[in-house]
């Protein structure tokens, strides 16, 4: 059995979920609402105020799917009541970050700002110059704009300079050394 696909969803006060035809499931909550469309092969249940994934069989495709599927209808679960956010820094000397609308400015020492427009249902927010905030109910969505943010100057290991994640440590190696 899946440790984590046997584990129940519990279903906040607040959030409303509908599961249709062919394991589509919408979850709706206060923050807004998630639609997505999960594998036909396993049973998606309500029961007792809780979402319980079953797999029709041992197949190894079907365990796979089993904590896949649960993961991702918990984590829909968490987006509608109380989002995600990655949190981005930017370091270097004149790197920095600016917003203008729902556009993000990025000045990376190249020969032109690099500018980003936020995608549907995300939100970034830069706080001084150096940290960017990108928020959202889907957490696939969050995480992929900010890789595509952090991926226009991921950090160097020798200075450290670029953009991380708040979280990130960057190993960092010594430079050269001259000759004796």
């Given at each position: 059995?899946?440790?984590?696909?046997?584990?129940?969803?519990?279903?906040?006060?607040?959030?409303?979920?509908?599961?249709?035809?062919?394991n589509?499931?919408?979850?709706?909550?206060?923050k807004?609402?998630?639609?997505?469309?999960?594998?036909?092969?396993?049973?998606?249940?309500?029961?007792?105020?809780?979402?319980?994934?079953?797999?029709?069989?041992?197949?190894?495709?079907?365990?796979?799917?089993?904590?896949?599927?649960?993961?991702?209808?918990?984590?829909?679960?968490?987006?509608?009541?109380?989002?995600?956010?990655?949190?981005?820094?930017?370091?270097?000397?004149?790197?920095?970050?600016?917003?203008?609308?729902?556009?993000?400015?990025?000045?990376?020492?190249?020969s032109?700002?690099?500018?980003?427009?936020?995608?549907?249902?995300?939100?970034?927010?830069?706080?001084?110059?150096?940290?960017?905030?990108?928020?959202?109910?889907?957490?696939?969505?969050?995480?992929?704009?900010?890789?595509?943010?952090?991926?226009?100057?991921?950090?160097?290991?020798?200075?450290?300079?670029?953009?991380?994640?708040?979280?990130?440590?960057?190993?960092?190696?010594?430079?050269?050394?001259?000759?004796?």
């Amino acid at each position: 059995m899946s440790r984590i696909g046997k584990l129940p969803v519990a279903v906040p006060a607040g959030v409303e979920i509908k599961i249709g035809a062919g394991n589509l499931l919408t979850v709706k909550g206060p923050k807004g609402t998630l639609e997505r469309k999960l594998s036909a092969d396993m049973h998606i249940a309500m029961e007792d105020g809780q979402i319980v994934v079953e797999r029709p069989s041992d197949l190894k495709k079907h365990k796979a799917l089993h904590g896949l599927t649960r993961t991702l209808i918990f984590n829909m679960v968490v987006g509608v009541t109380q989002g995600y956010e990655k949190v981005l820094e930017v370091n270097g000397v004149g790197y920095r970050a600016a917003k203008s609308g729902k556009k993000l400015a990025l000045t990376l020492g190249y020969s032109h700002p690099v500018e980003m427009e936020d995608p549907e249902g995300i939100e970034s927010t830069v706080e001084g110059t150096n940290k960017i905030t990108i928020k959202g109910i889907d957490k696939e969505k969050v995480g992929q704009f900010a890789a595509e943010v952090r991926a226009k100057r991921p950090p160097e290991p020798y200075k450290g300079k670029g953009i991380k994640y708040s979280d990130e440590r960057i190993r960092r190696k010594v430079g050269k050394t001259g000759k004796k």
